[in-house]
């Protein structure tokens, strides 16, 4: 059964080879450490036993907060994690306060707009060529958290 967890050290470096399989610019293993060290930042794992099946982190500031990446392993997909690690990081972040939450998304990635659209996210803006490896622009995408 699929757990949703803080990330720990333990996990870094199972998310920094997923970096590599989904991204074509990853997070080094050293970035994604220093997230623990940051108490900005709240990065949550999808555990199948000890096998992270996905990951997603954000940071916050005041009461906003931003996604920083979000990833389900390629054996893992179309099986709802990602939509239950974007439900868990909203109400995780909402009890702390936070009141919005946003993130960017290639305008490519057809998927990943249907899941944001179907829980609740609106575009806001486009940031012309943000994603390197190939060139493309990202959809910047907000959702209201306030109950």
């Given at each position: ?38 108490r900005l ?36 997909r179309r099986?709802?994690i990602g ?65």
């Amino acid at each position: 059964m699929m757990e949703i967890k803080n990330m720990t050290s333990a996990h870094i470096a199972q998310i920094a080879e997923m970096e590599k399989l989904c991204f074509s610019d990853p997070w080094s293993e050293k970035s994604i450490a220093s997230e623990l060290d940051n108490r900005l930042s709240l990065w949550l794992v999808a555990l199948d036993g000890e096998t992270v099946a996905g990951y997603i982190g954000s940071q916050s500031v005041l009461d906003a907060a931003d996604v920083m990446n979000v990833a389900v392993h390629p054996d893992y997909r179309r099986q709802g994690i990602g939509e239950k690690l974007m439900l868990a990081l909203t109400d995780t972040l909402r009890e702390k306060g936070i009141k919005y939450l946003m993130l960017e998304v290639r305008q490519s990635n057809a998927p990943a707009i249907a899941l944001y659209e179907k829980l609740g996210f609106t575009q806001v803006g486009l940031r012309p060529n943000y994603y390197r490896s190939p060139k493309e622009n990202a959809l910047i995408m907000r959702k209201e958290l306030a109950i």
